[in-house]
């Protein structure tokens, strides 16, 4: 029952019905893992606002009535939109079947083409990496990937990955052998959950997390603007100084650290479970506030603690990423870990990319309008995001904030020189001023 469910849940989408929106290609494949193959159920059901398209590409003559051979090319055309491979290894697929609706079914938006087919899989190690890419009709197409549990209980899945589209999938699997002896193949379990493949995976799972997910890293940065200088009342005022800098930075990212990671692991557990949207409106009041910190401070030398209390809350978003992948609860254990370890490793990163510049440029009268700049950023950002997630008023937020994230690093580069030259100038300004000091003590 349990391997049929995921099968039953991707067709109920793709069923005779308004399932799925007219305006798409819907492109669900199903995927069966076993010791020497894989085979895939392919489900192809074009809405009615692109099926004269995707018709056209069918009957290409346009006489109304799927022959034999026009059947034959579009199935090879859609093997050859995909591109397969085990172990980095290409993989090529072998045709079972090719079932096609009547063009009427079609152009009413009920017309589904089934495609079977299966790769041989060459012999390899215990562990194993499956990955599929899906350019078929991509202007239009709507994917859907999923894996069934496999009948083999000497195959056991780690991880499965795919992007926003799902038109890249990626599968972590561990396949032991039966001949082998039980402690090996006990051994060879236990390296399939810590080992080097599945923690390599969990590990990447978090460092794109951070990376596709900018609320996290903007609402550290905000938080960071402010960190090299000094408080006077209720305003910013010059540099702190290097090591007052490095500590201040340093206890803000630890404590943003130490408070994620519990209850990243509470809930990843099962300890505590809190609705998802809540926390998405949450995390993007915790960027407003540290924007409005870094504009005028409202809570000066208690940064750390705010990092801390906020995390928590960016903690449960991260564990609903984990949570999305279906381990056990050992494996959860594992996988904690190395989610967390590549959390981290991304925001060192931006931290390591980014802090430089700001303490150069902390020492320039050109920081204060980069600030403010930065918090101005920072908080109409936020503000776009809960109306967004608040109130469902939709705003061009993510599109804007993702299109700067997709060019992190030529700004980070950009960033970096700028602050080179500024610091450098400031320097010289700074040095031919105090020569000039001198030179009226001297010769007044």
């Not at 494949?29 to 894989?38: C, F, G, L, N």
């Not at 202007?139 to 195959?155: F, H, M, T, W």
């Not at 609903?320 to 609860?329: C, D, K, P």
């Not at 608040?390 to 030529?410: Q, Y």
Request: aromatic letters at 8%.
């Amino acid at each position: 029952m349990s391997k049929i469910l995921p099968l039953v849940i991707v067709l109920s989408l793709v069923a005779p019905a308004s399932a799925h929106r007219v305006d798409e290609y819907l492109q669900a494949t199903i995927i069966s893992v076993e010791r020497d193959r894989v085979q895939f159920s392919m489900r192809l059901v074009p809405g009615i606002a692109v099926s004269s398209g995707v018709i056209a590409t069918i009957d290409t003559n346009r006489d109304g009535i799927i022959s034999e051979t026009e059947r034959q090319k579009y199935t090879q055309l859609v093997l050859d939109d995909l591109s397969l491979s085990i172990d980095w290894n290409h993989l090529e697929p072998q045709l079972i079947s090719a079932v096609f609706p009547t063009v009427d079914e079609m152009r009413q938006g009920l017309g589904e083409i089934r495609i079977e087919f299966t790769v041989h899989l060459p012999a390899g190690g215990t562990n194993r990496r499956f990955t599929l890419t899906n350019h078929h009709q991509s202007r239009i197409a709507a994917y859907l990937v999923n894996c069934l549990v496999p009948s083999d209980p000497e195959i056991r899945v780690l991880v499965q990955h795919r992007n926003e589209q799902q038109s890249f999938y990626e599968l972590d699997y561990v396949q032991s052998s039966a001949s082998a002896p039980q402690h090996i193949r006990w051994l060879s379990s236990l390296r399939g959950w810590t080992g080097a493949v599945g923690f390599a995976s969990i590990f990447r799972r978090g460092m794109h997390h951070i990376a596709d997910g900018p609320d996290h890293l903007l609402f550290l940065l905000a938080l960071l603007l402010p960190a090299p200088l000094l408080v006077s009342g209720s305003r910013w005022v010059g540099f702190a100084g290097v090591r007052q800098s490095l500590l201040q930075i340093l206890r803000v990212v630890t404590a943003f650290t130490i408070g994620h990671s519990i209850t990243l692991a509470l809930a990843a557990l099962g300890a505590m479970h809190v609705p998802s949207r809540p926390i998405e409106v949450l995390i993007a009041v915790s960027i407003l506030v540290s924007a409005v910190h870094a504009l005028r401070p409202i809570f000066p030398g208690r940064e750390a603690g705010i990092a801390a209390f906020f995390g928590l809350i960016h903690g449960l978003a991260f564990a609903t990423s984990l949570g999305q992948l279906g381990l056990g609860w050992w494996q959860r254990v594992v996988s904690i870990l190395g989610f967390n370890l590549g959390i981290e490793a991304m925001q060192l990163i931006v931290v390591v990319a980014t802090m430089p510049s700001l303490m150069l440029l902390s020492r320039t009268r050109l920081y204060p309008a980069f600030r403010i700049v930065g918090g101005l950023f920072a908080g109409c950002a936020a503000t776009g995001w809960i109306l967004d997630r608040l109130l469902n008023v939709h705003t061009s937020v993510d599109l804007f904030v993702d299109a700067l994230a997709h060019r992190a690093v030529w700004i980070a580069g950009a960033l970096f020189l700028s602050s080179l030259v500024c610091g450098l100038r400031y320097r010289i300004t700074d040095q031919s001023f105090r020569r000039y000091l001198l030179t009226l003590m001297v010769d007044p």
